[in-house]
């Protein structure tokens, strides 16, 4: 089955710099990649997606990169603002199947 | 239109005791995910089930746990005989079909606490 790492585990940034979070996947079949946005006690949100048959999508200060070859997608946030700061998750889902996550990242934001 | 509903959104169950989550999607679909998170970590598949359907229950264990979207009524997972490493935050999910966008929709958590 299929099973996805997400690196780092933690991660802090002063406010205004980038973030990138790395994950990898291991079903060359997956075609959905999808990252979430957990705040402390909340339940996740979908944050943006990326499909197989796209290198790339951007959505204002949130982009996802997608390497299908090296089976691994990228979470690059810009301009980081104290209200990034959440766990985030990426993961994977090949058609018609369900989604498997990453562990997660937590992303503090410092003012 | 009404989110994913999850309800209790907390329980507290002693050792032994039956605990019993329930989940209704949002209007329009039919297709329903349960996911454990543990404290500090991931959200964990268990299953998947459309009405009246279990699809895939692969990241349920076997034993204790099971899970129903019947008909008419929410979706159920129940766990029989809880024990303290039950203790978690349970998420469930719906989507119209993972055919369409592939977004799961998320309702609030039910947090289990097994004493």
């Known amino acids: 089955g299929e099973n996805v790492e997400q690196h780092p585990s933690t991660l802090s940034v002063q406010e205004g710099d980038s973030a990138v979070i790395k994950c990898t996947y291991s079903?060359?079949?997956?075609?959905?990649f999808p990252w979430y946005k957990q705040e402390l006690g909340k339940r996740p949100q979908l944050i943006i997606d990326i499909r197989s048959n796209v290198g790339e999508k951007k959505d204002q200060r949130i982009a996802v990169t997608l390497n299908k070859t090296a089976k691994h997608f990228s979470l690059h946030i810009t301009e980081t603002q104290p209200e990034d700061s959440a766990v985030y998750f990426c993961?994977?889902?090949?058609?018609?199947?369900?989604?498997?996550f990453g562990k997660g990242t937590k992303l503090s934001v410092k003012p | 239109n009404a989110g994913v509903m999850q309800n209790p959104r907390h329980l507290v169950r002693r050792r032994g005791q039956e605990a019993r989550l329930r989940c209704s999607p949002m209007?329009?679909?039919?297709?329903v995910y349960w996911y454990r998170q543990l404290p500090e970590e991931g959200l964990k598949f268990m299953v998947y089930?459309?009405?009246?359907?279990?699809?895939?229950e692969s990241g349920m264990p076997k034993e204790r746990f099971s899970a129903e979207f019947p008909k008419e009524g929410p979706s159920i997972l129940r766990i029989q005989q809880v024990v303290r490493g039950d203790s978690a935050a349970y998420f469930c999910?719906?989507?119209?079909?993972?055919?369409?966008?592939?977004?799961?929709?998320f309702g609030e958590g039910s947090r289990l606490t097994v004493l």
């Open positions: 079903d060359s079949a997956s075609n959905y």
């Open positions: 999910a719906s989507s119209p079909s993972f055919g369409s966008t592939g977004e799961l929709f």
């Open positions: 993961a994977a889902a090949r058609s018609q199947g369900n989604l498997i």
């Open positions: 089930l459309q009405k009246e359907n279990i699809i895939d």
């Open positions: 209007k329009g679909h039919s297709h």
